[in-house]
């Protein structure tokens, strides 16, 4: 279990990271690419042939040919990307079973693993995703809208994930395509059990929940709400209690933890070890481990964790104290410290200094609580507000000793004076109840790029400029050129002009209608214009602007050829999927394009489609289908090895999708 607090990209980033993935307890974490892992277990590869079959590559190119799946499992073989569920068989039971046959210890168990996977008796999942046991079966969904607007090819989703209808018209094209990696017939509907979505709205990822828990609202607890671009701490605090049934964010998981612990004795007699996989990471020695891009499955070298392939490293699970941990800081924090895009920030200093207050706390809020069990005490993250208060103390950002001890410790790894731009803020430190009485913005901090000093508004690159520091890159700098001999081989080693791809090839537009009154437009879905972000469009007060709906827009010229006028009802579709809407039709919009801002829930104006005989029709990401870019799978090589949240294939960006557009004659609900 791990722990979560604030957004996605916190300011606050070190200390969060720890916090958010239990790292103050055990290490190393599973984080997943998530890009990758949908386009594997939502069986969108099936769907496409040899990504050579559209995509223009060189002609004597030693990778950058077949199919994209292929190239997928070898970046999680080679360590270059991550990927859950690891391997074909328990994590649980491979160290059990390396025990019995002898390892005597956790190095021993990793070989015997090492052996195993070089001799296939142990397989990545990533080899045979649609083998029942390498299914993922539970998903919780958190802070997202995964079913729908976060959900590139949600119809396939709906098809793959949950069993249920969906709109898909494409046609299966990998068999015989893929080399490697497994084809099975056919292919899995209703890979999950359960679905659980923590919500505090019904969104489309409600709608297909097995069970939702209501949680509060923003001005029902107590968080953190900020990102490296907001020069301020925005806190959210509680103006009124959770309502009827609804519990904050922080309660919810604290709760499944706990009935976690309760529940542990009736599958172990006490702690298990578990194997973990890992990928080569920014950052750290492994930028170095792959100058030559060899395949030990291929015999091309030898399977080496950390070296050929990912880190393998046996931890702990002690379930019956999840908890017990979760309510309180671990030790790690103090003796490793907490790291942030990079850079170590010491807090064993802070960590003490949490712990100087008794058991049980203190009526001044600006004190820290602490926890005690296992006859050792910590500091207490029982709750948000606690929570929120070692985010603060840990922080560079939040802390102004803290940020000279991050920059005392750049000093000694750049060989550059630093700790002086610090030196005005030492005496500086923020808490919660300070937040919430009066703005407060960050202090300088060597985890992210910009200077704030003296009142000066946040601008990106300004410590690497002024004060020498070197970009992280192989060369140090900001450059075009790109030697990894991956991108040599896709001929991008250089910024390179690519063409429009050609929707037959791409398998969007096979099976869809296309005549002369239907127009064959680029889709694109920028970011929500008549939109509030956290709840986008459906509520009552957001669905008076614009025409009460997400219109889709397209070019006057183009719309003259079918006679379409403005706020027409029009049908969109492609081999993916379909959406109902009407039209703006504006000169503003270019040629050749068909613009529909996001995010477009399955609970409001939902017609349904003609084309497809009267099925209701979805959202703005039922016409999208994950397509993975092989060149952004490249790692253990400078600045092209993995980092959570940062490095590896992006979503299909929507500009690469091509939609028929055609006038609806009429309309049913």
């Not at 992280?472 to 030697?483: E, F, N, W």
């Amino acid at each position: 279990m791990n722990h979560y607090v604030g957004q996605e990209k916190l300011t606050l980033v070190a200390p969060w990271t720890s916090l958010a993935f239990a790292l103050d307890w055990v290490k190393p974490p599973r984080r997943q690419q998530s890009p990758t892992w949908h386009y594997v277990n939502s069986d969108q590869w099936r769907y496409e042939g040899d990504f050579t079959d559209y995509a223009a590559v060189p002609p004597d190119a030693k990778w950058a040919k077949g199919h994209a799946m292929d190239l997928e499992a070898k970046s999680v073989r080679l360590g270059w990307m991550p990927y859950y569920p690891q391997f074909n068989r328990s994590s649980l039971d491979l160290v059990t079973d390396a025990e019995a046959a002898g390892a005597s210890d956790n190095q021993e168990v990793v070989q015997k693993v090492v052996e195993q996977l070089k001799n296939k008796e142990t397989r990545f999942a990533v080899d045979d995703p649609d083998a029942p046991e390498n299914w993922p079966r539970i998903w919780m969904i958190w802070r997202g809208n995964a079913i729908q607007s976060s959900a590139k090819g949600s119809e396939f989703f709906l098809r793959h994930y949950l069993g249920t209808h969906d709109n898909v018209t494409a046609e299966e094209r990998a068999a015989g395509k893929v080399k490697t990696v497994e084809f099975r017939e056919p292919a899995p509907r209703g890979k999950m059990d359960l679905v659980v979505d923590i919500n505090f709205r019904m969104d489309t990822s409600a709608l297909y929940s097995d069970i939702v828990l209501p949680t509060a609202f923003w001005y029902e607890k107590n968080d953190l709400n900020t990102t490296d671009l907001h020069s301020f701490v925005h806190p959210l605090g509680e103006a009124v209690p959770p309502v009827w049934e609804s519990k904050t964010d922080w309660e919810i998981f604290k709760a499944f933890a706990k009935k976690v612990s309760e529940m542990s004795s009736l599958a172990f007699d006490g702690p298990v070890k578990d194997l973990v996989a890992t990928p080569l990471a920014h950052d750290t020695p492994d930028e170095l481990a792959q100058t030559q891009v060899l395949d030990w499955a291929e015999g091309e070298t030898e399977p080496v964790p950390g070296k050929t392939m990912p880190h393998l490293a046996v931890v702990e699970r002690d379930y019956a104290n999840l908890y017990n941990k979760f309510i309180s800081l671990g030790p790690n924090v103090k003796t490793d410290g907490v790291t942030g895009n990079g850079v170590l920030v010491p807090v064993a200093d802070q960590y003490d200094e949490m712990l100087q207050n008794p058991v049980g706390g203190s009526p001044d809020p600006r004190h820290m609580r602490c926890v005690e069990w296992g006859d050792e005490k910590y500091p207490s993250v029982e709750d948000a507000l606690d929570a929120a208060n070692v985010l603060l103390a840990m922080a560079p950002e939040t802390n102004g000793e803290v940020s000279y001890a991050a920059f005392k410790h750049e000093e000694e790894r750049t060989g550059l004076q630093l700790a002086d731009l610090a030196d005005d803020v030492r005496g500086v430190r923020m808490n919660f109840l300070d937040l919430t009485r009066q703005v407060r913005r960050t202090l300088i901090t060597p985890c992210w790029t910009g200077m704030v000093n003296e009142g000066r508004a946040y601008s990106a690159w300004c410590i690497n400029v002024e004060r020498l520091i070197p970009w992280r890159t192989l060369s140090g700098r900001q450059h075009m050129y790109v030697d990894h001999p991956w991108y040599l081989d896709w001929g991008e080693n250089l910024p390179t002009y690519k063409p429009k791809l050609n929707p037959y090839k791409t398998g969007d537009i096979v099976n869809s209608p296309v005549d002369d009154n239907c127009l064959v437009l680029n889709y694109i879905t920028p970011h929500g214009k008549w939109n509030i972000h956290s709840t986008y469009k459906d509520n009552i007060r957001m669905l008076t602007l614009s025409r009460g709906m997400d219109p889709c827009w397209i070019n006057d010229k183009d719309a003259d050829k079918i006679g379409l006028k403005d706020n027409d009802w029009v049908e969109m579709y492609n081999d993916n999927g379909v959406v109902v809407t009407r039209a703006a039709v504006s000169s503003r919009v270019q040629q050749g394009m068909c613009l529909y801002y996001h995010a477009v829930e399955r609970t409001v104006y939902i017609p349904k489609s003609q084309v497809l005989g009267g099925k209701r029709a979805g959202g703005h990401n039922s016409l999208t289908r994950t397509r993975i870019n092989p060149v952004l799978l490249a790692g253990g090589y400078a600045q092209f090895t993995y980092g959570f949240n940062y490095w590896g294939p992006i979503g299909i960006f929507t500009r690469d999708t091509h939609i028929v557009v055609r006038k609806m004659e009429k309309l049913e609900w």
